[in-house]
């Protein structure tokens, strides 16, 4: 069991950074891969990121290579989300999620334990 507790989310103006965490409890933290997904008003939970069990690779959608970064700190059991070059349409409610996903990194169904969430506002 891995229960994951989300931070960082808040209002920013477009062009803005913001970095979001994800707290994981137990001592399995290292066992998992994890993700970020995100899920705007009235819309499907989408994948934002990835990043395996090491930190060695990491997966990003299309629309977030070059503005957001994974990362993950194994003795802090804690994963990241670096977001910068925020835009409007990134507005959303941002989750993190523990796995063991092979190549269906971007799938919500990979992926055992979620978060609570936190709210990402972004203000043109």
């Known amino acids: 069991q891995v229960q994951l507790v989300e931070s960082g989310g808040g209002l920013v103006q477009a062009g803005g950074s913001l970095r979001l965490s994800c707290a994981a409890s137990?001592?399995?933290?290292?066992?998992?891969?994890m993700g970020w997904f995100r899920q705007a008003r009235g819309k499907e939970r989408e994948f934002v990121a990835a990043i395996t069990r090491s930190g060695v690779s990491t997966y990003y959608a299309d629309s977030m290579k070059g503005r957001f970064t994974i990362s993950r700190d194994n003795t802090k059991n804690t994963v990241y989300l670096q977001m910068n070059s925020l835009k409007p349409e990134d507005t959303a409610v941002y989750y993190c999620?523990?796995?063991?996903?092979?190549?269906?990194?971007?799938?919500?169904?990979?992926?055992?334990?979620w978060g609570q969430g936190t709210q990402v506002t972004v203000s043109s």
């Open positions: 999620a523990a796995g063991a996903f092979g190549a269906n990194y971007y799938l919500v169904v990979s992926y055992d334990y």
């Open positions: 137990g001592r399995t933290f290292s066992r998992y891969s």
